[in-house]
């Protein structure tokens, strides 16, 4: 995309997607490995911490978080991994527990999902101290642009003041998204191949 104008959130949204799908799955894993190559700079790993991670849609060719999921249980099984599902009924996003032993199931929209079990206990987004962020876009502002549904920007708005976001992307920045809404909230670092970007 070639100038300003251009980059409002429904043409990003075609544009970046589009650009995504022309990843291959080989090229998705090798990116998604140096994107979380990074990601240990930028927490404590010494200390527990409870941080919450999207699960990747396949068929969007997000990000493969599983990587990072595996590296965590396997090297720091004191950090607690958190995912969510969504209430459809709310609307809303339910925060739960994930672990080696966790099962899930691939729902209708091709989200893999955990299996509720009793045992299961939900936590309050204000007991998280960092989140990774799933996104199409980001700016150099440390604006995102998502699929438009509005789950994250609520589920962020119910956090403490200080949990850390972190955006993971393929793709570097975009100058500026240009429509902007008020309660659209600014990542605090974007993960990409190459770089970590600092808001």
């Known amino acids: 995309m070639s100038n300003n104008q251009n980059y409002t959130k429904k043409n990003l949204r ?63 099984p004191h950090i607690i991994t958190l995912t969510s599902i969504i209430d459809w009924q709310k609307n809303d996003l339910l925060h739960l527990q994930i672990t080696p032993e966790t099962i899930f199931k691939t729902n209708k929209w091709q989200i893999e999902q955990p299996i509720i079990t009793e045992k299961d206990i939900f936590f309050d987004p204000k007991n998280i101290d960092w989140i990774i962020v799933p996104l199409l876009v980001f700016d150099k502002n440390g604006f995102r642009v998502g699929y438009g549904k509005g789950f994250y920007d609520k589920f962020l708005a119910e956090c403490k003041p200080d949990v850390l976001t972190i955006g993971v992307n393929f793709f570097p920045p975009v100058e500026k998204i240009t429509d902007i809404e008020p309660f659209d909230i600014c990542l605090h670092r974007c993960i990409t191949p190459d770089k970590i970007f600092i808001f």
């Open 14 to 76: 075609q544009h970046c997607q589009n650009h995504r799908n022309l990843l291959s799955d080989i090229e998705i894993n090798q990116k998604s490995e140096q994107i979380f190559e990074h990601f240990f700079e930028l927490i404590d790993t010494s200390i527990t911490s409870v941080g919450h991670i999207f699960l990747p849609i396949i068929e969007k060719k997000e990000v493969n978080t599983n990587i990072l999921l595996h590296q965590i249980w396997k090297k720091y």
